[in-house]
């Protein structure tokens, strides 16, 4: 295999890993919206503010 072709194959192992991470990122950032829509919802049924909500 010439390096050119090695380097391709290294090439694509990356670009397959950045891909895997930014899907990742995508769902840890839904899970984060979900969890702040749920305090923000817990603060309008109690009357506090996210301050005064522990979690």
Do not use: H, P, W, Y
């Not at 702040?36 to 049924?45: D, F, P, S």
């Amino acid at each position: 295999m010439s390096e050119i072709e090695k380097l391709v194959v290294d090439l694509t192992i990356i670009a397959d890993e950045i891909r895997s991470l930014n899907e990742k990122k995508r769902a840890i950032e839904a899970e984060l919206k979900q969890f702040t829509n749920t305090v923000r919802e817990i603060c309008a049924a109690t009357g506090k503010t996210m301050d005064e909500i522990e979690v």
